[in-house]
């Protein structure tokens, strides 16, 4: 009895899964994420022509994509046909995270010694927060939430 429902709810997973791998808004959302990466892909690199020539037919082929999957004749493509699509697109995908990784990152932000060091805006123009409370100028008291 109780392997018959395990075995029932497995099933029903298995077909939620299915589901959500061919629905047109799940690939919509990754040609959407992957024209993401090559817009920022194109920006790292702004000097190779050739890759931008590749950068640009990925955006345009992402375009595409996105506009079928708004389609009803993509929602009539069977199951089989939009499963081999899954992995052309996590192929492009991964090689633009490849891409992007030996970019320079960013400088570090500058960090402050004290965490509780604060910034007070000068006294001809205090701030919302300062008109608010009051307080210009003077050192916040430490709340309860700070450590």
């Keep these: 009895m109780f392997g018959w429902l ?3 709810i497995e099933a029903v997973k298995a077909q939620r899964k299915l589901a959500r791998q061919v629905d047109p808004r ?3 959302r990754m040609a959407m994420e992957i024209r993401d990466l090559a817009l920022l892909a194109s920006q ?8 931008h020539k590749l950068i640009r037919s990925v955006i345009v082929e992402m375009d595409r994509l996105s506009e079928l999957a708004d389609r009803p004749e993509f929602r009539k493509l069977s199951t089989g046909k939009k499963l081999l699509l899954r992995p052309g697109l996590a192929e492009p995908r991964v090689q633009l995270l490849e891409s992007i990784e ?3 990152s960013p400088p570090p932000p500058l960090l402050l010694a004290d965490r509780h060091t604060y910034c007070f805006a000068p006294a001809d123009n205090p701030g919302p927060v300062a008109r608010a409370t009051g307080r210009r100028g003077k050192a916040p008291t430490r709340s309860r939430w700070t450590t």
């Design 26 to 28: 799940s690939f919509k």
């Design 44 to 51: 790292l690199n702004p000097r190779e022509k050739d890759i």
């Design 102 to 104: 030996p970019a320079p």
């Design 6 to 8: 395990k075995d029932r």
